[in-house]
């Protein structure tokens, strides 16, 4: 059974049974789509293991199990060595549409702004969030139509791009698409621009471009070129790992050149600018990868 995500933000959830994030959630969505949690609720998702992912409006996903009000799913654009069809866990019913589609397949446009605005053929709106993926049906000079989980809809074209517009070089892009978001509070499992956590942050600036890279660091430690650090380039991943570089990767971040990276950087902070030399980074950095 397919289905698609009806919700502009939705977490994947390690367990199948409600809890006080989850509550704020619900009672938040009833003023706005994109719900940005606080900062206290934002901590509880770490601290209290809550979730390990999230997923945008129009996402497609596989479930596997539905009990009660709840579904377990796969999301197979998001890679994970927990399942080698996509990443696993929990949604709630309610954040889920039916679909026809068998996988998701068509010519995408991305929205590229951190929030933007769809139109459905009745006039009612949703905000919808950075990295936000459609199939486009038609085009006008200044908009887009697009198939949503509700129907058709329609965006400004100054919103979105082609998703695989890019050239070989899509770094500066990445970069570009980053700065959008310094000072944005950090979210544990966040993929979106209500709230990233690192590998969140690095995934949805390449999907938006078109590139897969996993989506938790370690995953994405093993994808791209090799390279050497002192050969980065605008948009390379710097990895760094635990034991000075030796362990376990545990964080992520986006190189913008001149010896410095912007990241999501820990539960707590937030989308920050970084020198990697004299840092407590500079002896974790255990790997320097490539997307074009």
Known sequence: ??????QSNAFLWRKNEMNPVLANILEARKETDLVQINQEDAMKL???????????????????????????????SQQSFQDER???????????????????????????VPKAE??????????????????KIAETDDSYTIETPHGLASILRTQVDLQ???????????????????????????????????????FTLYRTCGKYIGRDATEQSFTGKKIDYANAEPGDLLFFAYEEGKGEVHHVGVYIGNDEMIHSQTPGSKVILTK???SKYEPE??????HR
């Not at 293991?49 to 009000?69: A, C, P, R, T, W």
């Not at 709106?125 to 199939?135: A, D, K, N, P, Q």
């Not at 950095?285 to 490539?290: A, F, G, M, P, Q």
Request: aromatic residues 10%; hydrophobic residues 40%.
């Open 1 to 6: 059974m397919n289905k698609l995500v009806s």
């Open 46 to 76: 770490y601290e209290d293991s809550l979730v390990d992912s999230d997923l945008l409006y129009n996402d497609f996903v596989i479930v596997d199990e539905i009990e009660g009000d709840w579904a377990k799913v796969v999301v197979p």
């Open 86 to 112: 996509g990443y696993p866990g929990w949604m709630l019913l309610s954040d889920l549409e039916d679909t026809d589609k068998t996988s998701d397949t068509g010519e995408k446009i991305a929205v590229v």
């Open 118 to 135: 769809i139109t459905y053929e009745n006039g009612e709106t949703r905000t919808v969030s950075f990295g936000t993926l459609f199939t």
């Open 164 to 202: 695989h517009k890019q050239g070989d070089n899509i770094g500066i892009t990445v970069v570009q698409m980053a700065m959008q978001f310094l000072d944005l509070p950090y979210v544990w499992a966040g993929i979106s621009s209500a709230g990233f956590d690192c590998s969140g942050f690095a």
């Open 276 to 278: 990697i030399a004299g």
């Open 285 to 290: 950095l255990c790997v320097t990868s490539r």
